[in-house]
């Protein structure tokens, strides 16, 4: 985000600092878990049991952890794409094979096909054993619904496939659309781990500090015996008073990015009409489809054509493993005017070359 982190938070980390020493900690405060616990019983309904909470340097460090072990080295781990790439990294990391799921696009409402996901989950000769989950998605924005959670982990729980799904983005969904936990749906699964950190929400990626939610002891245990649970006593005072005294905080900013999708919906519309684009059910990243606008089978909007001819970083379609061909990421969490010269920016480029 281009918002700075809540005043609240700030103030909380400036007290922990007035107490003048910063030594090792852990969360021995009650109050860390305690916050989480009613942040997610306020806006999920649903609270994770507490025993099966271990923290996570971030949600890209658990991700990695995760795989060896989850899985086997001649085993394989499930994405969907357009996907995250840090999933495919993860996986690649430990030498697993990762296999791609695209998403099915209606009308640019990209869906997930649950047969071919079914087929790739059934097909022996595959052996994937792990599916990353992204929900909200990154990059499309969707926000699953509840069926289509369901159905996705009853392929898997079908087939003793872990899912790990990577929530994240859960707090930026739009105004009137809410998130659900996978794991809120089959709570007495316990192949399902979650990841949530109060990162994208508060600005506070710098506080290096993820909840993970790993309901099966044994996977536990393995995950705490190799990794210590030392944390930033700024991180934890950070963390307590973003989910305990932030609420109005993320209800401005939400308003505000959902004004900057109504700005580019409207902007899109009136300055570059062929472009395909529809206003995400969450995340503060659009994805814009700018296929119409490129004659040429190979993709022409890439991210350098967007730095060289626009001076603005984009992320394009190719930094998203696959089926991303053609479109752009933007960031929409940064003032409106900002927002407003980068389109200008990038509609002088794309008229000139088009
Ligand atoms: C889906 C997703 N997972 C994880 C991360 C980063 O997680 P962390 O900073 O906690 O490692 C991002 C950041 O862009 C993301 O979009």
């Known amino acids: 985000m281009a918002f700075s982190t809540p005043p609240e938070v700030l103030e909380a980390i400036r007290a922990r600092l007035s107490q003048k020493i ?69 996986g690649e990391y430990s030498d697993r094979r990762v296999i791609s799921c695209p998403l099915k696009s209606n009308s640019g409402y990209m869906t997930v096909d649950f047969d071919a996901m ?35 982990t009853e ?12 929530e994240i983005h859960c ?35 710098g506080n290096l500090l993820a909840n993970i939610m790993i309901p099966d002891p044994g996977v536990r245990t393995a995950w705490l015996r190799l990794h210590d649970e030392f944390v930033s006593p700024l991180s934890l005072a950070a963390n307590i008073a973003a989910w305990s005294q932030c609420d109005e905080w993320l209800l ?38 700018l296929a119409p606008l490129s004659a040429q089978d190979e993709p022409k909007f890439t991210s350098h054509f967007f730095a060289e001819k626009a ?20 960031n929409l969490a940064c003032p409106r005017a900002v927002l407003s010269e980068g389109l200008l920016r990038i509609y002088l480029a794309l008229t000139a070359s088009t």
């Open 155 to 166: 392929i898997c729980l079908e087939n003793d496939v872990w899912i790990i799904s990577d």
């Open 22 to 90: 910063i030594g090792y900690t852990k969360a021995y405060h009650p109050g860390y878990l305690l916050s989480f616990e009613n942040w997610c019983e306020r806006h999920y309904g649903y609270r994770f049991p507490r025993e099966s909470i271990v923290l996570s340097p971030g949600v890209i460090p658990a991700l990695y952890r995760l795989v060896p072990l989850l899985t086997r080295q001649d085993e394989s781990i499930l994405i969907l794409t357009p996907s995250y790439a840090p999933f495919k990294k993860a």
């Open 118 to 152: 079914q087929n790739l989950v059934q097909d022996n000769t595959l052996r994937i054993k792990a599916f990353f989950l992204c929900n909200p998605h990154n990059p499309t924005g969707r926000v699953w619904h509840p069926h289509e959670l369901r159905r996705m």
């Open 171 to 205: 707090d930026l969904t739009r105004i009137g659309i809410s998130h659900t936990p996978a794991a809120s749906l089959f709570p007495h699964s316990q192949k399902i781990i979650t990841c949530m950190s109060s990162s994208k929400t508060f600005n506070l990626a």
């Open 311 to 330: 001076g603005v970083l984009v992320e394009d379609g190719s930094m998203f493993v696959g089926n991303g061909d053609n479109h752009i990421r933007l």
């Open 252 to 289: 401005q900013v939400k308003r505000y990015i959902d004004g900057n999708f109504l700005f580019l919906s409207e902007w899109l519309k009136k300055h570059l009409p062929r472009v395909r684009y529809s206003i995400p059910e969450g995340t503060y990243l659009a994805w814009i489809d």
